[in-house]
């Protein structure tokens, strides 16, 4: 108790307080990928025939392989917070990292994902892609602007996970006190949810 | 809650001179205390505000005479979209929320602090970080942004002024205003004192806490417009490019979902803030006290549905068009429901005319005009007259300036002897109300006349029959100048050596007024139980004056 009073003041915990501002902050991450999804709805319905077409060179296979990883992910995530509520804390830290190395090899495939598109000129003022029609065009933008906005959360997730693995470490998040984790947990979820979008979206829908 | 023995050790030393763990300079600007990061807020915005000013008094200035009278037209494009910027995101959106909601929304539900102090101080940090990459767009390369505040596409695109540096600007202050709307609405869910039911919070909680939803629920949207426009210009994607099959209106309904919305942001927490005024200063309890709560919700709600009234004149389907009219006027319902209550809460009190009082009364009244004039372009006929006119600038001045703005200085001298825990000269500021009231309605008026006439928003030039209503405006400006100096000066000789105000000077009866000025690090020594509703001037009303 050598803290000052004013730091006192300010030191309570409220757990289910702490969920709510998640859950409010995970509503704004929807929105501002709803503001896409908005623009991909508009564009798909005027320009329905380019957006199937472009579709089509998108390897569902990769797409279909990265659905598993971060589904898996999902999984592991969710588990490690069992493990932390049961203070298996080893168990608990193991299953952290496992959800940080899939989400590594979804970025992986990500990267080879794109650098091909790149190799075939399919990037936003690419000279391949200005030779097509406007709903190409605008499709591989989306997908560029869309995915890539999903990738930069998927790295912002790999930060998260990296301090919850220090934190389930030096025991500031243990058997008593595991907010942190259950609210990095739903913001992984809202990642993998977002991804659950994009891939029908631009992998499955000819 | 926290240690009790500490708690007592400190209550009587106020959050101003309390010692906390740092010294100086950084004891405030790393401080979670609610208090300090309201006052840091006031601080940050009081700066911008007055550049903001400045802007606009060069705006007015330049527009005196028809032709070239102080400025080039690139500079006066720049001028204006620099004033719209600051005043919007740095001092009207902010404005209410993130000074006087920070500093009294715990105090007014019985609470020590917000539920997320650290997020709290966040965006404080974002704000200024935010703020001053605005700043510094207008001296990169390139020159400051002359796009107006709005970006539209495709301009925002094509002109090689800093846009990008002012996008950024705006969608860091953007993040800052999510993240006090995520405080607001979790610390009114959570940490109400015992007794503290939601039918017994004062009237600006309910307020803060629609606004908190409206910032969660609709900012987002304009961020990732935003951010749109950006990658637009950074890599040409094509999304908002006729050339490359992108749709230029859409931007323009992405950007209105938020900005509409935001508007509410902007007004909501100065009626709440009026609500608090006018039952203090009448002596009455408020009349419809459930009303003025609901219709804050139903402004939030009816208030996001709205958007596309800014683009009536784009060539919406007709069907769209006539159903965003017919919002827009349900949408002027719950304003009106407020104002009638205020009015019917002031029949038959007793009325004292003191400084935060008048703001609050010029408040309902320019309130109204902006309100009514509103709903002239919320119908079809009139909107086609009227859109982009100086009408429409009038019109939004008196909502957001003549509104939000009287209601933060209605604030202002409302809370003042609160928290700082002395008293300003009245005289004074009634001699500054007189001033900022008649120079306001000189500036704005006439321009509402030169709108209808014609006279179009954004022009750096005009025609000469609009000369004389120009005139009239400019010289309204130099008296608004005049009277916010006098306000600002009088406010700060007050904090020197202005006299020592009681703990309760206004005879106010809601919880910030049962505590000491300026009020402990703890707010409240024990947390108190509340029994009754916020406004309980039942006494007076039964002729029993104290």
Redesign the interface.
């Known amino acids: 108790?050598n803290?000052?009073?004013?730091?006192?003041?300010?030191?309570?915990r409220?757990d289910?307080?702490?969920k709510?501002?998640m859950w409010?902050?995970l509503?704004?991450?929807l929105?501002?990928?709803?503001?896409?999804f908005?623009?991909y709805a508009?564009?798909r319905f005027?320009?329905g025939d380019?957006f199937s077409l472009a579709s089509k060179e998108l390897d569902t296979l990769v797409g279909m392989i990265n659905t598993i990883v971060l589904l898996t992910s999902s999984l592991t995530m969710a588990m490690s917070i069992t493990a932390i509520q049961q203070g298996r804390r080893r168990l608990s830290i193991g299953l952290v990292g496992a959800t940080n190395a899939l989400a590594l090899v979804f970025m992986v495939n990500k990267y080879f994902e794109w650098t091909a598109k790149f190799h075939h000129g399919l990037f936003?003022?690419g000279k391949e892609l200005?030779e097509r029609?406007?709903?190409e065009?605008?499709y591989f933008?989306?997908y560029?602007?869309m995915t890539g906005?999903h990738a930069i959360h998927v790295l912002i997730g790999m930060v998260i996970m990296t301090f919850m693995m220090v934190y389930l470490k030096t025991g500031h998040v243990n058997k008593d006190s595991f907010v942190k984790l259950e609210n990095s947990g739903l913001y992984w979820h809202l990642v993998d949810l977002i991804w659950i979008f994009l891939f029908p979206l631009f992998y499955l829908i000819h | 809650m926290s240690n009790h023995a500490l708690a007592s050790q400190s209550a009587r030393t106020d959050f101003m001179r309390a010692a906390g763990s740092r010294k100086g300079i950084l004891s405030w600007i790393l401080s979670t205390d609610h208090k300090r990061i309201g006052i840091l807020y006031m601080i940050a915005m009081g700066i911008f505000f007055a550049v903001g000013v400045l802007f606009g008094l060069l705006i007015r200035l330049e527009l005196i005479a028809p032709g070239k009278t102080i400025m080039e037209a690139q500079t006066y494009n720049s001028v204006f979209t620099l004033h719209g910027i600051i005043m919007i995101f740095l001092f009207i959106i902010p404005g209410l929320p993130a000074v006087f909601g920070n500093f009294f929304l715990p105090i007014l539900i019985g609470a020590r602090d917000v539920s997320f102090p650290r997020l709290n101080l966040l965006s404080w940090w974002l704000f200024v970080a935010g703020g001053l990459m605005a700043i510094v767009s207008v001296f990169l390369p390139g020159g400051p942004a002359d796009t107006g505040w709005t970006f539209y596409i495709p301009y925002s695109v094509r002109t090689s002024t800093n846009v990008i540096p002012a996008l950024l600007a705006a969608f860091t202050l953007g993040f800052s205003s999510i993240l006090t709307g995520i405080n607001f609405v979790t610390t009114v869910h959570r940490l109400r004192a015992p007794g503290m039911t939601w039918f017994r919070m004062p009237l600006f909680i309910w307020s803060l806490y629609a606004t908190g939803w409206v910032q969660v629920l609709a900012t987002p949207i304009v961020g990732i417009t935003l951010l749109l426009v950006v990658v637009e210009r950074a890599l040409g994607v094509g999304i908002f490019d006729p050339a490359l099959g992108g749709d230029p209106i859409l931007y323009q309904h992405l950007f209105w979902i938020y900005s509409h919305p935001a508007v509410y942001i902007m007004i909501l927490p100065a009626m709440g803030l009026i609500s608090e005024v006018i039952p203090v200063f009448a002596r009455r309890t408020i009349f419809g006290y459930s009303f003025i709560a609901f219709s804050s919700i139903a402004i939030a709600l009816l208030g996001s549905l709205v958007w596309a009234h800014h683009m009536f004149t784009v060539g919406m389907s007709d069907t769209a068009q006539w159903i965003f009219s017919l919002l827009t006027f349900l949408v002027s319902i719950p304003s009106a429901i407020k104002v009638f209550n205020w009015v019917s809460t002031l029949y038959k009190g007793s009325i004292e005319l003191e400084p935060p009082m008048l703001f609050a009364l010029a408040f309902i009244f320019q309130f109204s005009i902006g309100g009514f004039t509103g709903l002239m372009q919320g119908a079809l006929a009139l909107n086609m007259h009227l859109h982009d006119t100086s009408f429409i600038v009038a019109h939004f001045h008196y909502v957001m300036f003549g509104g939000t703005g009287f209601g933060i200085f209605a604030a202002m001298h409302y809370w003042f002897p609160k928290m700082f825990g002395k008293m300003y000269n009245k005289a004074r500021a009634n001699v500054s109300f007189i001033l900022i009231f008649i120079g306001f309605n000189v500036l704005y008026f006439p321009l509402f006349i030169a709108g209808y006439m014609g006279m179009p928003r954004r022009y750096y030039d005009y025609l000469p029959e609009f000369q004389s209503l120009h005139f009239i405006s400019t010289i309204g400006s130099w008296i608004l100048v005049l009277g916010l100096i006098m306000m600002v000066a009088n406010l700060l000789m007050g904090l020197r050596n202005g006299s020592r105000a009681s703990s309760n000077p206004w005879g106010g009866t809601t919880l910030e007024w049962t505590i000491q000025s300026p009020p402990t690090v703890e707010n409240f020594e024990t947390i108190p139980v509340v029994a009754t509703g916020p406004y309980d001037y039942s006494r007076y009303e039964r002729g029993e004056h104290a």
Not at chain 1, 3 to 8: D, I, M, T
Not at chain 1, 31 to 36: P, V
């Open positions: 108790m803290h000052s009073n004013a730091v006192q003041a300010h030191m309570h409220d289910y307080g702490a709510i501002g409010l902050f509503f704004t991450e929105i501002l990928f709803g503001g896409l908005i623009v508009v564009y005027t320009y380019g936003p003022g200005l029609t406007n709903g065009i605008l933008g989306l560029y602007v906005l």
